[in-house]
């Protein structure tokens, strides 16, 4: 049972700029945190980008200044806006939100805001050529 969609993705120049949307179905409750990871091929999946309830914004590191994640609340869809790719930026791209039992990925537990995430995303694939 799918219960987070994520649309967008695919290939760009470094440089460049992508827009991923995810759209939650009805069965996941959204008043918590929701973000998104990725996972590089050969590396751990990492965070990248969360938004609580309260409108609280976290970015890693790596994409601080280049990636935007905002929520259309109207239409209970939630965006990341990637600018500036880079080729250290290919990776699959996952949509998740916290709450709910805990739903492990590659056995381990992951969080958002504090909160394990719950529900996941299928991944899109983002590639980035230099």
């Known amino acids: 049972q799918v219960q987070l969609v994520e649309f967008g993705g695919g290939s760009e120049q470094s440089g460049g700029s992508l827009r991923l949307s995810c759209a939650p179905s009805k069965y996941v409750d959204t008043r918590y945190c929701m973000g998104w990871f990725r996972q590089a091929p050969g590396k751990e999946r990492e965070g990248v980008a969360s938004l609580d309830s309260d409108g609280g914004i976290y970015y890693a590191d790596s994409v601080k200044g280049r990636f935007t994640i905002s929520r259309d609340s109207a239409k209970n869809i939630m965006y990341l806006d990637l600018n500036r790719l880079e080729p250290e930026d290919t990776a699959i791209y996952y949509c998740?939100?916290?709450?709910?039992?805990?739903?492990?990925?590659?056995?381990?537990?992951?969080?958002?805001?504090?909160?394990?995430?719950?529900?996941w995303g299928h991944g899109t694939q983002v590639t980035v050529s230099s």
């Open positions: 998740a939100a916290a709450g709910g039992a805990p739903a492990y990925r590659g056995g381990r537990q992951y969080a958002l805001c504090g909160v394990p995430v719950g529900y």
